[in-house]
Nanobody, 120 residues
Framework: QVQLVESGGGLVQPGGSLRLSCAAS????????MGWYRQSPGKQRELVAA???????NYARSVKGRFTISRDNTKNTVHLQMNSLKPEDTAVYYC??????????????WGQGTQVTVSS
């Protein structure tokens, strides 16, 4: 069974930075597509960024130029570097993964979520 373990959420002031990490285990695939979604109260879960096994990326328009997704293929680990954070980035961030290594919107497996709060 695939497990995703997230780390790195917290409270940050507007304009600050945070780095989220997620490690996948239990998959029989050496490389999985991985990504991050977020959900804030009263809103649907939305894709923030994803990266496939070949390094192809997909970003939400609202985070382009501020967030960067990267991966370590040897460890099935994905990172989300979030810079220039805004209050509207406040949400629970969920790590996701998928068995199709070419996917840029993986949504088969989910982490437990980590809270990111941007506030002064």
């Amino acid at each position: 069974q695939v497990q995703l373990v997230e780390s790195g959420g917290g409270l940050v002031q507007p304009g600050g930075s945070l780095r989220l990490s997620c490690a996948a285990s239990g998959s029989d695939r050496s490389i999985m597509a991985m990504g991050w979604y977020r959900q804030s109260p009263g809103k649907q879960r939305e894709l923030v960024a994803a990266i496939n096994g070949r390094g192809g990326t997909n970003y939400a328009r609202s985070v382009k130029g501020r967030f960067t997704i990267s991966r370590d293929n040897t460890k099935n680990t994905v990172h989300l570097q979030m810079n220039s954070l805004k209050p509207e980035d406040t949400a629970v961030y969920y790590c996701s993964a998928g068995d199709d290594p070419n996917s840029i919107s993986p949504s088969t497996y989910w982490g437990q979520g980590t809270q990111v709060t941007v506030s002064s």
